[in-house]
């Protein structure tokens, strides 16, 4: 049981009472507890190591493990990896290690035991609970190796990040698999959260266990399940899929609307910086894993610098948008360099962040223009560790393909709906298949939220008879079983195997809500995605693309 005092998010974490007891000695307690409906298991030998730090900082939570009878051993501090190594030197090769954090309240003997098993049976090298894909909640977790693989991590691994982390060099080098237990059945509890990172995730743990008579002998199903009904937590996790190892939600929420008054059809305004950091909050908590923005959406990236402030900083990976308005086409290229400067500067403030996961091109002209400093002062950044993933937005299809073509791309936003036939006739689908480890968001599912509308709010375009159309997406939509015209719109870019996820933005929290919801809904099937594309008219760019709408029509969508 890895343990110290010295967290960043939550000072001294570690100490904070739960039912008596510091929480990280509970952790340690419930870790090594007998499960009483396990007592015919087989009598293995085991034992429990509180592994804390030598740094002095965790003296005082040293002091209190021992004084409640664990074993206490400390070693390095921030080589957590050199720490479980010298913890297990006296063991032999063969002997079964399993690492738990003190964090993490629910995991128990019972648990633990069951993982052992499980590990010994499956003849790997590393088995862990692999969140989401294991169904337990965020914090009921627990990996298995041996010493001897513990070792040889210990002498290869020389990445800070694998020594702070212990498994990830392991599950990457050696034989792994995921354990999910078998008492879990076909339950999925991913969109809860049981560990302690910040204020609000100790009050849930305080009040999991309020009321609980034995909380170092509570098993963790029945805590689980405790955890489930709590007043004000998820219901249910929106889609994802698994893309290089990691989950990418099928609903990404769009930011624009909460920076800035934006939309054809929003009645609604913007909302409050309250409302706005709840909106995103509460589409985390669903399991949305990202967040669109950009420098030119309002005040977007402050709102989400507040949002994701403490722990919710690591729940939800933040797209932004590259800012170069201002260039003429004749800027230099210390002028050129300057801007990208300022622009990822900029919100790397507005974002409380000090490096960016994903930037993108706000304009794919941009990558060429200034004979490409832009797009070059953007790769320097990357390679300096400032940016972590590139990409572009995108407006048209040869643009996309232009894109798909540049190996230093891996994440590409493109304006895809019902109505727009030019993606697919231009051959990005395909494309796109070629490239699986590019990340492919759709944004516009609702056009700015005006399919969702009756025709007198759709965009004048010259013969585009909007009300015929409007009537086979109603029709479509009956045909299909879909609940709404809504419904029918959100699933399509979900049914595409090369689509990631939809951008979809809200201006309300009911709005959120019913875009969570519909998220969920039965995706469709190849055959009705064929019947959309042959019975819609196709619609001119005009219609298609916002920046082609007259003034009048925005003007009148919102007054």
């Given at each position: 049981?890895?343990?110290?005092?010295?967290?960043?998010?939550?000072?001294?974490?570690?100490?904070?009472?739960?039912?008596g007891?510091?929480?990280?000695?509970?952790?340690?307690?419930?870790?090594?507890?007998?499960?009483?409906?396990?007592?015919?298991?087989?009598?293995?030998?085991?034992?429990?190591?509180?592994?804390?730090?030598?740094d002095?900082?965790?003296?005082?939570l040293a002091?209190?493990?021992?004084?409640?009878?664990?074993?206490?051993?400390?070693?390095?501090?921030?080589d957590?990896?050199?720490?479980?190594?010298?913890?297990?030197?006296?063991?032999?090769?063969?002997?079964?290690?399993?690492?738990?954090t003190?964090?993490?309240?629910?995991?128990?003997?019972?648990?633990?035991?069951?993982?052992?098993?499980?590990?010994?049976?499956?003849?790997?090298?590393?088995?862990?609970?692999?969140?989401?894909?294991?169904?337990?909640?965020?914090?009921?977790?627990?990996?298995?190796?041996?010493?001897?693989?513990?070792?040889?991590?210990?002498?290869?691994?020389?990445?800070?990040?694998?020594?702070?982390?212990?498994?990830?060099?392991?599950?990457?080098?050696?034989?792994?698999?995921?354990?999910?237990?078998?008492?879990?059945?076909?339950a999925?509890f991913?969109?809860?959260r049981?560990?302690?990172?910040?204020?609000?995730?100790?009050?849930?743990?305080?009040?999991?266990?309020?009321q609980?008579?034995?909380?170092?002998g509570?098993?963790?199903?029945?805590?689980?399940?405790?955890?489930?009904?709590?007043?004000?937590?998820?219901?249910?996790?929106?889609?994802?899929?698994?893309?290089?190892?990691?989950?990418?939600?099928?609903?990404?929420?769009?930011?624009?609307q909460?920076?800035?008054?934006y939309?054809?059809?929003?009645?609604?305004?913007?909302p409050?910086?309250?409302?706005?950091?709840?909106?995103?909050?509460?589409?985390?908590?669903?399991?949305?894993?990202?967040?669109?923005?950009?420098?030119?959406?309002?005040?977007?990236e402050?709102?989400?610098?507040?949002?994701?402030?403490?722990?919710?900083?690591?729940?939800?990976?933040?797209?932004?948008?590259?800012?170069?308005?201002?260039?003429?086409?004749?800027?230099?290229?210390?002028?050129?360099?300057?801007?990208?400067d300022?622009?990822?500067?900029?919100?790397?403030?507005?974002?409380?962040?000090?490096?960016?996961?994903?930037?993108?091109?706000?304009?794919?002209?941009?990558?060429?223009?200034?004979?490409?400093?832009?797009w070059?002062?953007?790769?320097?950044?990357?390679?300096?560790g400032?940016i972590a993933?590139?990409?572009?937005?995108?407006?048209?299809?040869?643009?996309?393909l232009e894109?798909?073509?540049?190996?230093?791309?891996?994440?590409?936003?493109?304006?895809?709906n019902?109505?727009?036939?030019?993606?697919?006739?231009?051959?990005?689908?395909?494309?796109?298949?070629?490239?699986?480890?590019?990340?492919?968001?759709?944004?516009?599912?609702?056009?700015?939220?005006?399919?969702?509308h009756?025709?007198?709010?759709?965009?004048?375009?010259e013969?585009?008879?909007?009300?015929?159309c409007?009537?086979?997406?109603?029709?479509?939509?009956?045909?299909?079983?879909?609940?709404?015209?809504t419904?029918?719109?959100?699933?399509?870019?979900?049914?595409?195997?090369?689509?990631?996820?939809?951008?979809?933005?809200?201006e309300?929290?009911?709005q959120?809500?019913?875009?969570?919801?519909?998220?969920r809904?039965a995706?469709?099937?190849?055959?009705?995605?064929?019947?959309?594309?042959?019975?819609?008219?196709?619609?001119?760019e005009?219609?298609?693309?916002?920046?082609?709408?007259?003034?009048?029509?925005?003007y009148?969508?919102?007054?």
């Amino acid at each position: 049981m890895q343990a110290r005092t010295s967290s960043s998010r939550l000072p001294a974490k570690a100490l904070l009472p739960i039912e008596g007891y510091p929480s990280a000695v509970l952790a340690t307690l419930r870790a090594g507890n007998r499960d009483a409906a396990n007592q015919n298991a087989p009598n293995r030998e085991h034992g429990t190591i509180f592994a804390t730090s030598d740094d002095s900082s965790d003296d005082e939570l040293a002091r209190q493990a021992r004084e409640r009878g664990l074993t206490v051993f400390r070693g390095p501090l921030h080589d957590v990896l050199g720490r479980y190594y010298l913890a297990c030197a006296q063991f032999p090769d063969d002997c079964t290690v399993i690492r738990v954090t003190a964090d993490n309240m629910l995991p128990d003997g019972g648990f633990l035991r069951g993982l052992a098993e499980a590990f010994t049976a499956a003849g790997v090298d590393y088995m862990g609970t692999d969140w989401p894909l294991c169904g337990l909640p965020y914090g009921l977790s627990g990996e298995a190796f041996s010493v001897s693989v513990l070792r040889k991590a210990h002498r290869e691994a020389t990445d800070a990040s694998d020594r702070e982390h212990v498994g990830p060099w392991i599950k990457r080098n050696c034989r792994s698999t995921f354990y999910r237990p078998q008492g879990l059945g076909s339950a999925d509890f991913s969109h809860l959260r049981c560990t302690i990172d910040d204020e609000e995730d100790y009050r849930r743990m305080v009040c999991l266990f309020d009321q609980v008579a034995d909380p170092i002998g509570v098993r963790w199903h029945d805590l689980l399940h405790k955890l489930a009904r709590l007043p004000g937590e998820p219901t249910f996790r929106v889609p994802y899929r698994i893309i290089a190892g990691r989950a990418h939600s099928e609903l990404t929420l769009g930011t624009a609307q909460l920076g800035m008054e934006y939309g054809a059809v929003n009645d609604h305004g913007q909302p409050s910086t309250g409302q706005a950091v709840a909106i995103v909050r509460k589409a985390i908590a669903h399991g949305v894993t990202a967040v669109d923005t950009g420098r030119v959406y309002g005040t977007a990236e402050e709102i989400l610098g507040k949002a994701l402030s403490g722990a919710w900083s690591s729940r939800a990976e933040v797209i932004t948008k590259l800012d170069l308005s201002g260039l003429t086409a004749d800027a230099s290229e210390a002028q050129v360099r300057s801007r990208v400067d300022a622009s990822i500067a900029l919100s790397c403030r507005a974002l409380g962040r000090s490096r960016l996961t994903v930037v993108l091109l706000h304009r794919w002209q941009d990558r060429g223009a200034w004979q490409g400093t832009a797009w070059h002062r953007l790769l320097e950044l990357r390679e300096a560790g400032t940016i972590a993933v590139l990409g572009a937005s995108v407006y048209q299809p040869q643009e996309a393909l232009e894109a798909l073509d540049d190996p230093a791309l891996e994440h590409l936003q493109i304006p895809l709906n019902v109505l727009d036939w030019r993606w697919e006739a231009a051959g990005v689908d395909r494309v796109a298949l070629r490239r699986p480890e590019v990340i492919v968001h759709a944004r516009s599912a609702l056009l700015q939220g005006v399919l969702a509308h009756p025709p007198n709010r759709w965009p004048n375009a010259e013969d585009f008879r909007a009300v015929e159309c409007s009537q086979i997406l109603e029709r479509l939509a009956q045909q299909f079983g879909r609940e709404s015209v809504t419904d029918l719109c959100l699933a399509y870019p979900r049914s595409l195997g090369w689509v990631t996820s939809a951008v979809v933005g809200c201006e309300t929290a009911e709005q959120l809500e019913e875009n969570l919801r519909l998220s969920r809904t039965a995706k469709l099937s190849a055959e009705q995605c064929r019947v959309l594309r042959q019975e819609l008219p196709r619609a001119p760019e005009k219609f298609l693309n916002p920046s082609k709408w007259t003034k009048q029509h925005e003007y009148s969508a919102k007054h």
